[in-house]
């Protein structure tokens, strides 16, 4: 069984930092690609970052100079550096991961999502 755990969340004032965590774990074959998307109240799921296995990365247009991310290989873990935080930054934020996993006989594939962290920027 595959599992996601993030973990990071809390409160901030607008132009503060928080680092955002999350762990895979399971019977994982390989990771492909992890990824931070986050839901407002009211609003859709937006993608926020995303870094595959080669480490190249992707952001949304209103993150960009401001969250970084990046993943440690070898622990399974992505981070969410997120640095002057606005209000609007203000979400459930879920992790994904697009990975292979071992069954009973083979490999399968699937896509993952943790239970999401709260991060809430205000003063």
């Known amino acids: 069984q595959v599992q996601l755990a993030e973990s990071g969340g809390g409160l901030v004032q607008p132009g503060g930092s928080l680092r955002l965590s999350c762990t895979v774990s399971?019977?994982?074959?390989?990771?492909?690609?992890m990824g931070w998307y986050r839901q407002a109240p009211g609003k859709q799921r937006d993608l926020v970052a995303t870094?595959?296995?080669?480490?190249?990365?992707d952001y949304a247009d209103s993150v960009k100079g401001r969250f970084t991310i990046s993943r440690d290989n070898a622990k399974n873990t992505t981070y969410l550096q997120m640095n002057s935080l606005k209000p609007e930054d203000t979400a459930v934020y879920y992790c994904?991961?697009?990975?292979?996993?071992?069954?009973?006989?083979?490999?399968?594939?699937?896509?993952?999502w943790g239970q999401g962290t709260l991060v809430t920027v205000s003063s």
């Open positions: 994904n991961a697009d990975l292979g996993y071992y069954g009973d006989y083979e490999v399968y594939g699937g896509d993952y």
């Open positions: 399971g019977s994982i074959f390989f990771i492909y690609s």
């Open positions: 870094i595959t296995s080669s480490g190249t990365v």
